[in-house]
């Protein structure tokens, strides 16, 4: 059974960088028909994909965030990374990475989700 | 950007109740859509996949209809468990989207 979990401070300053990983268990991050995802959600809100990569390094953004996100991956730990610059109050959402099949030139959706993890931004 | 539209963004039903949830696409998204419910405090669960399918182990009175630019979720007879927020989710095209969700309560 694949289980992901997130972790990360839930604190984050105002400019500062988010930096989060996700530690997948019962799976292994290189599996060729995977790619692994972020998304987030501010309290009481929506969803928001943020983007995924797969274990060859090779990544999709949001336009919204692509800017500021930088997405990694640890073969060696089975964990891959977000990190999100320039903060403010408004990244301030719970965190999820997944896991997300592909098929046909397309991720398709997102499962199992971890937990979540809260981030605030504030100083 | 695919936008996605859902509704309602609320609704409340009586236990047994026939509820119906629908999502509208800005373009054809083909059969490209999945729900996903989310309890309070919980990560969303993936219920349906390419608009129509049931993920292994979900009740089968949740169901999916729909193509193009236009889909329906269905809970046939509402449960008290089943007390959560509704998203659909679109992979047609980048970037992935969601609807707005619909919050489902019992009356």
């Known amino acids: 059974q694949v289980q992901l979990q997130e972790s990360g401070p839930g604190l984050v300053k105002p400019s500062e960088t988010l930096s989060l990983t996700c530690t997948i268990s019962g799976d292994s991050v290189t599996s060729a028909n995977y790619y692994w995802s972020w998304i987030r959600q501010p309290p009481g809100k929506g969803l928001e994909w943020i983007g995924y990569i797969y274990y060859s390094g090779s990544t999709n953004y949001n336009p919204s965030l692509k800017s500021r996100v930088t997405m990694s991956v640890d073969t060696s730990k089975k964990q891959f990374s977000l990190k999100l610059s320039s903060v403010t109050a408004a990244d301030t959402a719970v965190y999820y990475c997944a896991r997300s099949p592909y098929s046909s030139f397309k991720v398709l959706w997102f499962d199992p989700w971890g937990q979540g993890t809260l981030v605030t931004v504030s100083s | 950007d695919i936008q996605m539209t859902q509704s309602p963004s609320s609704l409340s039903a009586s236990v047994g109740d026939r509820v119906t949830i629908t999502c509208q696409a800005s373009?054809?998204?083909?059969?490209?859509l999945n729900w996903y419910q989310q309890k309070p405090g919980k990560a969303p669960k993936l219920l349906i996949y390419d608009a129509s399918n049931l993920e292994t182990g979900v009740p089968s009175r949740f169901s999916g209809s729909g193509f193009g630019t236009d889909f329906t979720f269905t809970i046939s007879s509402l449960q008290p468990e089943d007390i959560a927020t509704y998203y659909c989710q679109q992979y047609d095209n980048l970037p992935l989207t969601f609807g707005g969700g619909t919050k489902v309560e019992i009356k």
């Open positions: 373009q054809d998204i083909s059969n490209s």
